[in-house]
């Protein structure tokens, strides 16, 4: 497995801590009952144009910390917000639409920490989530060999998203303004084109999928799960190292969001590249016994199986070896 | 009384929120039993010297935070982490020097967030803390009109630090580097610049003074306590904001380090204005029953007494109001 920055720093630091903690998504504080506890940072020109709106940025924090806690199984609770601001930063819009979105989720936010940053902005949220009292908690340990690999839903979407933001779309309200080359695209593809932007901008944590996870009886079958965050290929192979398995899955099976594969082609992307190292799809990967599915509803999807060992990826009835491809925000090479 | 811009804002936010939470130190999570949460940013180039040791800028980082925790009357319990890091940065040296600080406060580094930041160093730490069960939390509210104002340490010599930092003092290891300017001073000046920089780099949460203020009864007693970072004035005003009093204050009775007020004079700065506004700190400022008073050796000096209104210095027997005067790190004018 070729190791990267940042899991390597990982593995590094696991080996001088105490308690195993770090590893998942969010962590169980076993002192403190059933509590999960997430950190993420949003960074202006790293995770999102430096011009996005306030209130986008609000939402896109919320949305990517709110998958930890799905990944978790976990019911969000309280937040806390350390925000370092690039001068002129309307905190007020900020606000307005982080307090707004908090709601939905039944989030109350709880303290924080304000400050200016003239080298642009950054916001760190610190989610805590807590449990129902006969529900599981997720993790990525707890695949099985012969159990069912699945995806809460597509990929690859989010990392179309990012190229045209690079090449000059931008969120104005709800309208996506597309740049100029987009103009020569079909009207369907157009809308795809708006949806990738907007699947990038403002991802949805799947917290119904997380909580239907975690409220499966833990006697009758264990469950990992995590979140995608740094792509199929990489996250992946997190979560069979955890749990020391190996995994097959089947590139027909990927689920593709629709007009995916032609909005690829007009953007001169490989769709199978996006969907296993884009990166910032937020939904889950999971893995359940065999007779076991989510309700439709949920959007889960079956893409592959664990096994003893490797990652393999079929295609056209080839079996290659899977790479730990995807985004790293440490290591300095490409992709 | 003055307002400034992070006051301000953060009177306009809680006006929004459902819970009034935010208002001091670490928040207490009522649905969580017996749980402080407290969340500080360091940033490069605004709370410390953009080519501090990675070491140093880590024990920093946990003490600015623990002082919050001790202005709870909390136990440290865990750390998350949010680290985006300049091109460059030392994880390692890093992660050895708060893991080792951390293990001394009974700190356990339970998760976080790794990422690049070509504009500069951010490190965001979430401290959680707890506390015993027959403690109680202490809190900004609760200061009464006739209780004594206490400082749990020296003041200013945080700011006389920051000063010899911007002049050029850097800390090498354990030792302390003095800019040219430096070379005029007696040797005990020295030391005192020495002392300061340390002071400034190095703070020393009093984790001890707010067990012990929390364990005192709570039939017996009201109290209500902070830790000063913004300066001793803005941050009083804020004490007595929340609890609803004024307060008195003797100038003579600030406490300062040996050699304080010298060191000042070649500074060419005022110490009192250091005292009052400089900030960073982090002693605890507190209220105590006028028949109650710390054990000597947690450092604590009356200062002054709580009134029903207004705030005011006494100063060579004269009465001056005490402006709201500190650091303030949203406001874009001057001290």
Redesign the interface.
Known sequence: MSANG?DR??R??RG????P??GDD??I?P???A?A?????Q?A???FPPDLAEADLARRLLAVNLSDLAAMGAIP??A???L?AAPGFD??KF??SF?AAG?RYGL?????????????T?A?L?L?G?KDEDARWLQRRGAEPGHALWLGGTVGESAAGRLLIERGARLAGSRVDLPAFCQAFSSPLRAAARRAVRRHLRPQPQLALGRWLGAQPATSATIAAMDVSDGVARDLHRLCHESGVGAEIAAEALPFTASFTTLCAALGADPLELALAGGEDYVLIFTLPPELAPPPELGGRRIGAITRRGLFIVRDGARRELSNAGWD??SDGKK
């Not at 001088?16 to 308690?19: E, S």
């Not at 506890?37 to 940072?41: C, E, H, K, L, W």
């Not at 109350?108 to 642009?120: K, S």
């Open positions: 940042e720093l990982l590094w630091l001088r801590l105490v308690t903690l770090i969010a962590a504080l002192s403190l009952g509590v506890v997430t950190v993420d940072s960074i020109g790293v995770h609770a309280y806390f917000l350390a370092s905190h007020k606000f307005l307090l709601r109350t936010l709880a303290g924080g920490d304000l400050a200016r940053h003239p080298g642009g950054i760190t610190t805590i807590t925000h440490l």
